[in-house]
């Protein structure tokens, strides 16, 4: 029965795509009452079998397509429903810090080798630098192949709403790292700063006698299993939450606006899956990682990143995942929020194709040794912003002010910048659920103890739902 309802919704969705095609070209004069009737035909397919299915991540794609529909169908009111958005990113956003505090505090403290820990992030830390630099070079090939900004007609072009450079010098980056005020940290989402204090925290409990460190420990185990059962609770309104950012973007941005930065949306997508498909996955072969458990295992927080455009609402699902498939909770709770600040393969890319995309915009000829400089700057400047509100953006105008580009073709990159952050957001997620099985698998570690309790019960009231779905 759930074969049979998603293929006919699978055609349904196509014969809508095709009609609404045909009627943009102009081949065919559709009323538009008519495209509108084949759109929530078909959507009215996918909610029955999204009802059949019972499942999150199904649930999460059918309120995707809901959410852009809406966007197209009612823009006005599709703008107005970011507040739902904003509310469930603001529910996930309360997680982040204790959840931190909570798995990096077990994950030293309670370890028993704190060389251990020690090794391992030198290991993490070698994995990040080589795989973004690869990254950065993927990008930088991939726009000069592609061209995009060759070519743009500047006159007209908008000036308004450039945001000022932001750039940092080395001490600066270097200050940023370490925070002043915790609690400021948290409040101003500074991932790194929080795990730059969780970490000091952990091997100074750690250093604490037995019966001294046991009562702390208890507490963070117990937070640890209270904030992954929060983050079950929250997750029942991720359906509505992803629906509505994506009918505010849609709403919002229209579907016109792929068509002056196509080739450069284009570009952006091709390179992600070729740095997928040629970087990634070879990793994962040669680390011998379970593809299809894997793929199974981030579906639902990589299908939030991509709705939201925001890896941090990816993230307790993300960690609870890795240690579904076997990757210990002390390495999942180190390494994955450190390779939110230094393993953000997507956001790389993304710098070092859109940086030269503004010289191409510009009409600035660049050497390859001269692109050279800028994306060796990049690989330092990106880790230094992590957690900062549109950090990439950030980095991008500090680099254009650096180099002395223009900003104009940043404006203009503004306009899709939306629909960007979506797949490199998405990549990162990705990216960072890798590392952490690859230095598993590194440590020795992999699919060597079971997961906890909780994700445990998580995970058979999945395969529960998914047994009476199917019966």
């Keep these: 029965m759930q074969r049979r309802?998603?293929?006919?919704?699978?055609?349904?969705?196509?014969?809508?795509?095709?009609?609404a095609a045909l009627s943009h070209a102009g081949i065919l004069v559709l009323p538009p009452l008519l495209l509108k009737c084949a759109r929530w035909t078909a959507i009215g397919a996918l909610v029955a079998y999204a009802a059949k299915r019972r499942s999150l991540t199904a649930s999460i794609l059918v309120a995707m397509v809901i959410g852009a529909t809406i966007g197209i169908d009612w823009p006005e009111a599709a703008v107005q429903l970011d507040v739902l958005s904003n509310l469930f990113l603001r529910l996930i956003k309360t997680i982040i810090a204790p959840l931190l505090f909570a798995t990096l505090v077990v994950g030293i403290a309670g370890h028993h080798d704190i060389k251990q820990v020690g090794r391992m992030g030198i290991k993490a830390l070698i994995y990040f630098e080589v795989v973004t630099t690869i990254a950065l070079f993927v990008g930088l090939a991939a726009i000069n192949l592609s061209r995009a900004g060759v070519g743009i007609d500047a006159t007209g072009v908008s000036q308004v709403a450039a945001v000022k450079p932001v750039t940092r010098g080395a001490g600066e980056i270097l200050l940023h790292i370490f925070p002043e005020n915790i609690a400021?940290?948290?409040?101003?989402?500074?991932?790194?700063?929080?795990?730059?204090?969780?970490?000091?925290?952990?091997?100074?409990?750690a250093m604490l006698p037995s019966a001294r460190r046991r009562p702390l420990l208890d507490f963070c185990e117990s937070l640890a299993e209270t904030m992954?059962?929060?983050?079950?609770?929250?997750?029942?309104?991720?359906?509505?939450?992803?629906?509505?950012?994506?009918?505010?973007?849609?709403?919002?941005?229209?579907?016109?606006?792929?068509?002056?930065?196509?080739?450069?949306?284009?570009?952006?997508?091709?390179?992600?899956?070729?740095?997928?498909?040629?970087?990634?996955?070879?990793?994962?072969?040669i680390a011998k990682v379970p593809i299809r458990d894997f793929v199974r295992a981030i579906a639902e927080p990589v299908s939030l990143a991509f709705a939201t455009t925001s890896s941090e609402a990816a993230l307790p699902r993300a960690m609870e995942g890795m240690e579904a498939i076997g990757v210990p909770r002390q390495i999942v709770a180190f390494v994955m929020p450190t390779g939110y600040s230094f393993n953000l393969d997507g956001t790389s890319l993304y710098l070092s194709m859109a940086s030269?995309?503004?010289?191409?915009?510009?009409?600035i000829q660049m050497s390859i040794g001269h692109q050279i400089i800028m994306v060796l700057t990049l690989m330092l400047t990106s880790k230094g912003v992590a957690g900062v509100p549109r950090a990439s953006m950030l980095i991008l105008l500090g680099t254009a002010a650096s180099f002395q580009l223009p900003i104009w073709p940043i404006n203009l990159i503004l306009g899709i910048d939306g629909l960007m952050d979506m797949a490199?957001?998405?990549?990162?997620?990705?990216?960072?659920?890798?590392?952490?099985?690859?230095?598993?698998?590194?440590?020795?570690?992999?699919?060597?103890?079971?997961?906890?309790?909780?994700?445990e019960e998580a995970?058979?009231?999945?395969?529960e739902a998914n047994?009476?779905?199917e019966g």
């Excluded at 709403?251 to 450069?264: E, K, P």
């Excluded at 030269?356 to 009409?363: L, S, T």
């Excluded at 995970?459 to 395969?463: A, F, K, Q």
């Design 5 to 19: 309802l998603f293929f006919i919704a699978a055609v349904l969705l196509l014969v809508a795509a095709s009609l």
């Design 228 to 285: 992954f059962k929060f983050t079950n609770l929250v997750m029942l309104l991720a359906p509505i939450g992803v629906g509505a950012a994506m009918a505010h973007t849609v709403g919002r941005m229209g579907t016109g606006v792929l068509f002056n930065l196509a080739q450069l949306l284009l570009t952006l997508y091709a390179a992600l899956l070729v740095f997928l498909l040629g970087v990634l996955l070879p990793i994962a072969r």
């Design 356 to 363: 030269v995309f503004v010289a191409q915009a510009a009409g």
């Design 184 to 205: 400021k940290s948290i409040a101003e989402g500074e991932v790194l700063q929080i795990v730059v204090f969780c970490i000091v925290f952990g091997i100074a409990l």
């Design 467 to 469: 047994r009476d779905a």
């Design 424 to 455: 490199r957001t998405s990549v990162n997620v990705i990216g960072n659920c890798l590392a952490t099985v690859v230095v598993a698998r590194w440590e020795g570690e992999f699919r060597q103890t079971r997961p906890s309790a909780v994700v």
């Design 459 to 463: 995970l058979e009231d999945e395969s």
